[in-house]
């Protein structure tokens, strides 16, 4: 049976048993294969013959949620929409959150310091707390009516029934009780005789728990990952315009009106405008933004060229032969998003305890209700009862824990180079075992850099170079480049060039000074110039490529007199960093497009015994898949388009930076510094981010669990779960402070103290 694979948007998701429940629904459609990712807010679905999209929406909005096809992705002109929708719905939460805390700061500061207790000023808190407790929650009472008509209970369940249940009896109280009566004052006591609570109003109650868990919401609206950002950052990565020749004239035309066969010139310093067929000239093609290749592509006609890649030499004429969708570009677009999709679910700690915690609680509560009324107690300490053991289980600390770590930790990240995007990305810090790292632009620092000059015998090295650099200067060769730069700064300038012409991939003539100087590789000197190399420079040109390096050798007057090697240098702290990771527990696994020697010198020099080289963009992201099916938990490190895909597949994506918006956009944690030390550092703060919240979570629950088995015996003043909440909001907050206490390796952290204690994150932080 043929599967048609499909893609929704998934609305409506308020956590990650969302996502669970309508993953479970669709599974339960006959040959359907689904999964339903909350960050991304998509749904992947195999449907086989028989079924049709419509089916699988029905299923989903009889779940309780919408669904939706995807809007294909656009360029960034006509990508506002989206963006703006996203915005609306922040700045929706935000204004709902500054309303609530308006509205409850005053009735707090009334219900709990009794000289603000004027006469009748429980009608004034009453007139405060109701727009909050029935407008301000109303994302959570929706949500739990969703989630009733379908018979579930998450955190919002619990959320909607303490915070109505709170608000409800304050009314009882008011209207039927004894609190409305002028002159009523509230008293603070730990413990109450069972009954007690008509004349007591909890409106404080009901106010401060909205408020608190409307400010985890929007903080936690504010960190989530937008999927589609990746791929809009690489459709802005294509030509906008194409030349294209029309009966031998040159015309301006819109890149995406190209279409397959078209001939379209490529001027020095342009992008390709679609993939195609070199048909006229010759060039050297920057593709190192797809293939990771430091050193730009030859080409000449017959070549493939790829569009978005540069053209850093001569003039080209191409043939287009894949056009829009097809493109490479646009199909690494597609493995970017399905990368995304397809990424293992992570369920938030808060929503896997509250799996199980919403329904005892509930049970609990009714339970008590149950047993006071059997015993023969009036309906009012049963109520009573019921209602503080609601009140009591719902920690409004839960709303703090995660986004006032997130915030601290991502606030000291952002000072020490380092941006996480998420709280959904942190679990994937503590279980990372493998750290895949790209060569160029990571380890290394993807820029040509002059490494070594060494004559000949009886030749002057300081002349060798001169007149070396002094020929490369007239190329845009980015080898040649590095030449022409270093030796201008060595020796403080240059003589000029008499004459000069270039042999695309194969080195340059000038004359300088009255030599004719002859720079390239050395057949290309014995074969086009007659002039003999010597085995004494074949040996050094061969040791020094066996090393990773670019060797060419220089003559003059007909004699082979010198070889200069460039190379993609090693960032400084990439040694260290590499052996930091180790003391970490990670296992270090060098990635990139450069061929087998250049990768192996590189990772000799930084200490990396596993290397995979030679490998083609896609085939990155199979990297990183093959690792995990062997049951590695992968961190893949990158800076290129080359390196999204990898970034999106691996469980923890680490962008460098100065790389591509690509690769920041499908990562992550986003790295400023483009010090391979920050990526050390990301993990460890992730890592004490991440236990932070679960102590904050457990000490969320551990304040209001301990007084349930007092709030069932109906001894507990209700004003009991406010000032819990009150407690344990402060110890989450000062937890969370701690944070910014964080010290990265390069900031003086001893190196094997912060391995030990960031190996494996304890329960507290």
């Known amino acids: 049976m043929s599967a048609q694979q499909v893609e929704l948007n998934v609305g409506g998701m308020t956590c990650a048993s969302c996502a669970t429940r309508i993953e479970k629904k669709l599974n339960r459609m006959p040959g359907v294969e689904a999964t339903v990712n909350y960050a991304t807010e998509k749904a992947s679905i195999a449907l086989p013959d028989g079924l049709s999209v419509d089916d699988a929406i029905a299923t989903i909005e009889a779940t309780g949620y919408t669904a939706a096809r995807p809007a294909p992705p656009v360029p960034a002109d006509d990508a506002e929409a989206p963006r703006d929708e996203m915005s609306a719905e922040v700045v929706s939460l935000r204004r709902r959150l500054i309303i609530s805390a308006v509205l409850t700061a005053p009735v707090v500061a009334m219900s709990m310091i009794p000289v603000l207790q004027f006469t009748n000023w429980q009608w004034l808190a009453l007139t405060l707390a109701a727009p909050v407790a029935v407008w301000g929650a109303w994302p959570f009472h929706r949500a739990a009516w969703v989630n009733l008509r379908h018979g579930a209970a998450t955190m919002d369940t619990l959320i909607s029934v303490g915070v109505l249940a709170a608000f409800g009896w304050s009314l009882y109280a008011l209207f039927f009780g004894m609190a409305g009566m002028p002159g009523m004052t509230m008293t603070f006591a730990l413990f109450t005789p069972p009954g007690h609570g008509s004349d007591e109003i909890y409106l404080e109650v009901a106010a401060a728990v909205t408020v608190f868990i409307l400010a985890g919401r929007y903080f936690e609206a504010r960190a989530k990952k937008r999927s589609s950002a990746a791929i809009t950052a690489l459709l802005e990565m294509g030509a906008k315009e194409a030349t294209v020749l029309r009966d031998g004239i040159e015309v301006r035309v819109p890149a995406g009106s190209l279409v397959v066969g078209d001939l379209f010139v490529v001027r020095p310093g342009e992008k390709v405008a679609t993939d195609g067929q070199v048909v006229e000239g010759s060039s050297a093609v920057d593709a190192s933004m797809l293939t990771g290749e430091s050193v730009p592509v030859e080409v000449g006609p017959g070549d493939d060229v790829v569009g978005a890649t540069i053209n850093a030499g001569g003039r080209l004429i191409v043939r287009a032969t894949r056009v829009g969708a097809d493109t490479e570009l646009a199909v690494m677009a597609r493995l970017v998003e399905q990368a995304q ?425």
């Open 341 to 765: 999709t397809g990424k293992a679910e992570v369920q938030r700690l808060a929503d896997r305890v509250s799996a199980v915690f919403v329904p005892i609680v509930i049970a609990l509560a009714l339970g008590t209700l149950a047993v006071w009324l059997l015993i023969g107690a009036g309906p009012e300490v049963a109520f009573t009862a019921a209602v503080a053991t609601l009140i009591i289980a719902c920690p409004c600390a839960l709303g703090l824990a995660t986004p006032t770590a997130l915030l601290v930790g991502t606030g000291r990240g952002a000072q020490l180079g380092i941006l996480i995007k998420g709280p959904q990305i942190l679990e994937s810090t503590r279980r990372v075992d493998t750290i895949v790292l790209d060569k160029t632009g990571t380890v290394t620092t993807g820029r040509m850099s002059l490494t070594d000059v060494i004559p000949a015998g009886g030749e002057d090295q300081s002349e060798v170079l001169r007149l070396a650099g002094a020929a490369e200067a007239g190329s845009e060769h980015p080898i040649a480049a590095a030449i022409a730069a270093e030796a201008q700064a060595r020796l403080g300038g240059l003589p000029g060039l008499e004459s000069f012409a270039s042999e695309q991939g194969l080195g340059v003539q000038a004359v300088v000074d009255g030599h004719l100087v002859v720079v390239g590789r050395p057949a290309w000197l014995t074969s086009s110039w007659g002039i003999d190399v010597p085995e004494e420079l074949t040996a050094i040109s061969r040791g020094l490529e066996g090393r990773g390096r670019t060797a060419v050798t220089v003559a003059w007057d007909g004699k082979a007199r010198g070889v200069v090697a460039v190379s993609d240098t090693v960032k400084a702290n990439s040694a260290e960093a590499v052996a930091q990771m180790k003391r970490l527990g990670l296992t270090p696994i060098l990635l990139t497009g450069d061929n087998e020697r250049a990768a192996r010198a590189v990772a000799a020099e930084v200490g990396i015994d596993e290397v995979r080289a030679e490998v083609l963009p896609a085939e990155k992201a199979d990297v990183v898949a093959e690792l995990q099916a062997r049951g590695r938990v992968v961190a893949m490190v990158g800076d290129g388009v080359n390196d999204a895909v990898a970034l999106a597949t691996a469980d923890l994506g680490i962008a460098m930076g100065t790389g591509t918006d690509v690769a920041i956009e499908a990562s992550d944690l986003t790295l400023v510094r483009s010090d391979l030390i920050a990526v050390v550092d990301a993990i460890r703060l992730s890592r004490r981010t991440l236990a932070t919240i679960k102590a904050n979570l457990f000490w969320a629950f551990a304040y209001n669990v301990a007084a349930i088995p007092v709030a069932m015996l109906g001894m507990l003043n209700p004003l009991v779960a406010g000032a819990a909440m009150a407690l344990s909001s402060v110890f989450v907050v000062s937890n969370s402070l701690r944070l910014r206490s964080f010290r990265g390796i390069a900031d003086g952290t001893r190196p094997t103290q912060a391995a030990a204690s960031e190996r494996e994150p304890a329960l507290a932080s």
